[in-house]
T-cell receptor, first 112, second 112 residues
Framework: DTEVTQTPKHLVMGMTNKKSLKCEQH?????MYWYKQKAKKPPELMFV???????INESVPSRFSPECPNSSLLNLHLHALQPEDSALYLC???????????FGDGTRLSIL | GQSLEQPSEVTAVEGAIVQINCTYQ??????LSWYQQHDGGAPTFLSY????GLEETGRFSSFLSRSDSYGYLLLQELQMKDSASYFC?????????????FGAGTRLFVKA
């Protein structure tokens, strides 16, 4: 069990659908992250939130839209995704900017 | 730019000791982290070195030499369950330490 909870665990969607991925942590961490990971590759940073404000957007296409409603929650809204967006989407949090990151189990996303 | 290099694969026998090396090149440096990821699972934080020297956590140790831009992860008394991918990672201080850059990962195979 991880201290960062992601839902859903699996998601299959068509290219015209709209869906959201959710992430929750109750460790009091003030930095939260979204990563994308393809098979046999390292995690690739997408977004960083610090104190509920977006601090890094790694030139992610606008079909991915992050949201941080409060210090415990992080969402990733998906719209008009492409088949190449199929991947494992990982959420992580950390207490400090230089501290270790705690990852959720991820959402395995498949785009049809 | 920033880059990390680590071997793509390492094979060792149960009970042995294995060392996974990592060399890095970054514009700034906030420390070297190691993560373990089993197939189908999420990355799990193993260790972090901000200063030169050896950090020991149970069967795992990690070493850092900042002057050589080099670190390693040492796994002792290998067990079958240690078969996984191991990522070294550095923080990019250019963005205030928020951006983590992962190496490509080393797949460790432990044989009986």
């Amino acid at each position: 069990d991880t201290e960062v909870t992601q839902t859903p665990k699996h998601l299959v969607m068509g290219m015209t659908n709209k869906k959201s991925l959710k992430c929750e942590q109750h460790m009091g961490h003030r930095a939260m992250y979204w990563y994308k990971q393809k098979a046999k590759k390292p995690p690739e940073l997408m977004f960083v939130y610090s104190y509920e404000k977006l601090s890094i957007n790694e030139s992610v296409p606008s079909r991915f839209s992050p949201e941080c409603p409060n210090s415990s929650l992080l969402n990733l809204h998906l719209h008009a995704l492409q088949p190449e967006d199929s991947a494992l989407y990982l959420c992580a949090s950390s207490q400090e900017r230089s501290g270790p990151q705690h990852f959720g189990d991820g959402t395995r996303l498949s785009i049809l | 730019g920033q880059s990390l290099e680590q071997p793509s694969e390492v094979t060792a026998v149960e009970g042995a000791i294995v060392q996974i090396n990592c060399t890095y090149q970054t514009s700034g440096f906030y420390g070297l982290s190691w993560y373990q990821q089993h197939d189908g699972g999420a990355p799990t934080f193993l260790s972090y070195n901000a200063l030169d020297g050896l950090e020991e956590t149970g069967r795992f140790s990690s070493f850092l030499s900042r002057s050589d831009s080099y670190g390693y992860l040492l796994l002792q008394e290998l067990q079958m369950k240690d078969s996984a991918s191991y990522f070294c990672a550095v923080r990019d201080s250019g963005t205030g330490g928020f951006k983590t850059i992962f190496g490509a990962g080393t797949r460790l195979f432990v044989k009986a």
